[in-house]
C-alpha cells in the first residue's frame, strides 16, 4: 500500500526551528519527485519546497527561501523538512506528497499524507 506519513510539527516559538519528516511506504522514495505543502485556515494550500527524483534538485518558495532546507535520506526512504527562523505566518497543516517532476503545484502531487501541524507563536 502506497503511503506517506508526515511527523515532527509542533508549537514553537517565532525564530525557533523543527523538522519536519515525509516517510514513504509501499515504494520507493527516490523514485519521485517529493514536495512539501502548507495549508492555513481559509487559505489555498501552497507549495513549499519540492526534491526532484533524479538528481535531487530542490525547489523553494520565495517565502521560505533561505529558512528552510529539503533533503532526501534514501536508506530512511524519508524526506525531511529543515524550517529555521520561523515566523507566525509558517503557521499551517504541513503536507507531503508525490509526482513525477517538482512543480510547485498542488494538483501535479498525489499519495498525499495526512498532515502534521506546525503553530508558531509566543
Known amino acids: 500500500q502506497v503511503q506517506l506519513v508526515e511527523s515532527g510539527g509542533g508549537l514553537v516559538q517565532p525564530g525557533g526551528s523543527l523538522r519536519l519528516s515525509c516517510t514513504a511506504s509501499?515504494?520507493?522514495?527516490?523514485?519521485?519527485?517529493i514536495g512539501w505543502f502548507r495549508q492555513a485556515p481559509g487559505k489555498e494550500r501552497e507549495g513549499v519546497s519540492c526534491?526532484?527524483?533524479?538528481?535531487?534538485?530542490?525547489y523553494y518558495a520565495d517565502s521560505v527561501k533561505g529558512r528552510f532546507t529539503i533533503s532526501r535520506d534514501n536508506a530512511e526512504n524519508t524526506v525531511y523538512l529543515h524550517m529555521s527562523s520561523l515566523k507566525p505566518e509558517d503557521t499551517a497543516v504541513y503536507y507531503c506528497?508525490?509526482?513525477?517532476?517538482?512543480?510547485?503545484?498542488?494538483?501535479?502531487?498525489?499519495?498525499w499524507g495526512r498532515g502534521t501541524q506546525v503553530t508558531v507563536s509566543s
Open positions: 509501499g515504494f520507493t522514495l527516490n523514485y519521485y519527485a
Open positions: 506528497a508525490r509526482s513525477m517532476w517538482c512543480r510547485l503545484t498542488a494538483t501535479d502531487f498525489g499519495s
Open positions: 526534491i526532484s527524483r533524479r538528481d535531487s534538485s530542490t
